[in-house]
């Protein structure tokens, strides 16, 4: 527990720091640099370093951050595939439908109105799937994160890691305090396309969510 506290705390020790990352999540498609940082504060994390780190060579976390974007969509990808599947049969655009497992207007309503038995468990499974790729995609981010390299994101050690009691216990309650956050940061208002509250959010949660999951990974 006390590692997750220590990772809350991690964002607000330099505010500087703080204030770009949140600046620069909360721009379309530039934000793929404040995902390479976060990927960057996993790895200053599994060396035991936690101050947060120098913003440095954008074009480098731009890259880290697209290609730790990448490793995540494909383990997430077969579950996309279950649930598009499971939802093509009750509705005409399934893909409308998957943000946020299927959190949309009227899909509780939807769901009970035209789902049947056997649908029913095609979705409850793409859903159970879903929720394990994260788990093993996180895994595999963490281990990404380590020496940067693409690979790393495919390797058994991967899986082995994922489905220890120490790191799914950790990533229950991160996953927690990411959605207490997103719920309170909701209320702040869309200015134009920006999205201030998801960018405080996502990089809040990112930095605290990384570092984490590094400090307990490094130790299985």
Not at 18 to 29: A, D, E, K, T, V
Not at 32 to 47: D, E, L, N, V
Not at 169 to 189: R, S
Request: net charge positive.
């Amino acid at each position: 527990m006390k590692h997750l506290i220590d990772a809350m705390r991690r964002p607000f020790t330099d505010f500087n720091k703080l204030l770009i990352g949140i600046i620069i999540s909360i721009i379309p498609i530039v934000n793929f640099i404040s995902i390479g940082y976060q990927f960057r504060c996993a790895k200053t994390a599994m060396t035991g370093k936690f101050a947060m780190p120098k913003w440095e060579n954008f074009g480098n976390l731009f890259i880290t951050g697209i290609l730790g974007s990448i490793i995540s969509f494909t383990y997430m990808l077969p579950a996309l595939i279950l649930l598009s599947l499971s939802l093509a049969t009750i509705v005409d655009n399934p893909f409308e439908y998957m943000m946020v497992f299927a959190i949309h207007p009227g899909f509780i309503s939807l769901l009970a109105e035209n789902i049947t038995g056997p649908v029913f468990v095609l979705f409850m499974l793409a859903i159970t799937l879903f929720a394990l790729s994260i788990l093993v995609s996180n895994s595999a981010l963490i281990n990404y994160s380590n020496k940067f390299k693409f690979e790393d994101g495919f390797k058994k050690i991967v899986w082995k890691k994922a489905f220890t009691g120490k790191f799914i216990g950790t990533w229950i309650l991160a996953v927690g305090y990411g959605f207490l956050i997103a719920i309170v940061l909701a209320l702040i208002p869309k200015i134009l396309f920006f999205d201030i509250g998801g960018g405080i959010q996502r990089f809040l949660y990112g930095v605290t969510y990384m570092t984490a999951l590094a400090t307990i990974y490094k130790k299985l």
